[in-house]
């Protein structure tokens, strides 16, 4: 028997008349420094049966979404993944950057015949080739969307960690650049740092060029 979520895709590719029908999420669209990561993933019900317990990645702990992760690598999901810096996103906006990251997560599907993105939220993908569905809520509905929520938290939390031990003071790998008072004490202390994001309030009252490292 398949779950909500493998319901919800399968109803959707036989309403789309579509067999590749996958989905596309993000994480990081709120953090004050980092990049916002998004997926694009494809389970076909073939694999349905190895992902039973897969779900919005904010409602598993992150041991299970490495797991899940693993899982997906090793059965041979087709994903893609993209990213837009922090650079990025002070250039054009949060969205248009959470565009631009899912634009270049979903290269992959565009050769693919007939391919439908289920996107996660109420705003369709601006300047997307392919056909696509909004869907509000869409990491608790989908299957794809969750397990493209999935992926792409993973590697945003592993990119946190890589810029950890460049900016070791601000402690990324803990809070994931999220406004908490140990970052924000750390930014009042020492300045933003390159992979903050300049246009974020309260990060823009902090920011001078010469601080940078």
Known sequence: MNTPLQDF???SALRLQTAALFGIDEAGRGPLAGPVVACACYIGPNLYNYFEDVNDSKKLTPKKREEIFERINRLGALYGVGFASAAEIDRYN???????????????????PNAVALVDG???????????????????????IAAASIVAKVLRDRYMAVIDKLY????????????TPKHLAAVQALGPCREHRKS????????????FP
Do not use: E, W
Request: with cysteine.
């Open 9 to 11: 895709d399968k109803k």
């Open 94 to 112: 949060i969205l248009q950057a959470t565009f631009l990251a899912m634009r270049r997560a979903a290269r992959k599907f565009y050769t693919i």
């Open 168 to 179: 070791p003071a601000y402690g990324f790998a803990g809070h994931k650049g999220y406004g």
């Open 122 to 144: 109420p705003h369709a993908i601006k300047d997307f080739p392919l056909r696509q569905l909004p869907v509000i809520d869409g990491d608790a509905q989908s299957l794809n």
């Open 200 to 211: 974020f309030a309260p990060i823009c009252n902090f920011f001078k060029p010469t601080l």
